[in-house]
């Protein structure tokens, strides 16, 4: 059964950093792309970032570019969300998410972790 | 980027009734379309990809239809447990992939 579960959010402050883990289990994890998706408390949901399972390309949405790096560690079974310059609309639930296609991008979510709460605050 | 419009934002209906939600996009995304349903305090989950191919395991009462601009899901009868709310998300186009904005069905 594929399992994904993030971990490392919290409370941050504005301008601040913060780095999400999503640990995989339950199915070859260097066979798949990954991706982070966002819910802000009360919206709807906003993908983040793509990671294919080879490490590139790597894509963003443009309200993270340049503040946001997503990685993986294969031999972890890992993949992350460095988050810095942190702005109090980055406040939201996290999700990773693998790509239903594994090595194709498919662009397509068919599994999510449970998510994790980031909120920035002074 | 692509935008994905859904509507109605809300709708409330019976056990048993029969649910169309709508979604259309900004340009022509052919097949390249998803939908996912949520629960609260829930991860998505996906219910439909490619327009209209079911995910494993999901019921056969949920389906999809739609190309182009143009999409539809349909709840042939609606089970307590569907109850939730329903994104439309594009996948023809990255970065960015997008979501619309939700539809929530609620108990008439």
């Known amino acids: 059964e594929v399992h994904l579960v993030e971990s490392g959010g919290g409370l941050a402050q504005p301008g601040g950093s913060l780095t999400l883990s999503c640990a995989a289990s339950g199915f070859t994890f260097s066979d798949y792309g990954m991706n982070w998706v966002r819910q802000a408390p009360g919206r709807g949901l906003e993908w983040v970032s793509f990671i294919p399972s080879g490490g590139r390309p790597i894509y963003y949405a443009d309200s993270v570019k340049g503040r946001f790096t997503i990685s993986r560690d294969n031999a972890k079974n890992s993949v992350y969300l460095q988050m810095n310059s942190l702005r109090t609309e980055d406040t939201a639930v996290y999700y990773c998410a693998r790509d239903l296609l594994g090595r194709y991008n498919s662009g397509s979510f068919d599994n999510w972790g449970q998510g994790i709460l980031v909120t920035v605050s002074s | 980027d692509i935008q994905m419009t859904q509507s109605p934002s809300s709708l409330s209906a019976s056990v048993g009734d029969r649910v169309t939600i709508t979604c259309r996009a900004s340009q022509t995304i052919y097949n390249y379309l998803n939908w996912y349903q949520q629960k609260p305090g829930k991860a998505p989950t996906l219910l439909i990809y490619s327009a209209s191919t079911l995910q494993g395991g999901v019921p056969s009462r949920f389906s999809g239809s739609g190309s182009g601009t143009d999409f539809t899901l349909t709840i042939s009868s609606l089970q307590p447990e569907d109850f939730a709310t329903y994104y439309c998300?594009?996948?023809?186009?990255?970065?960015?992939?997008?979501f619309g904005g939700g539809t929530k069905v609620e108990i008439k």
């Open positions: 998300q594009q996948s023809y186009i990255t970065p960015p992939l997008t």
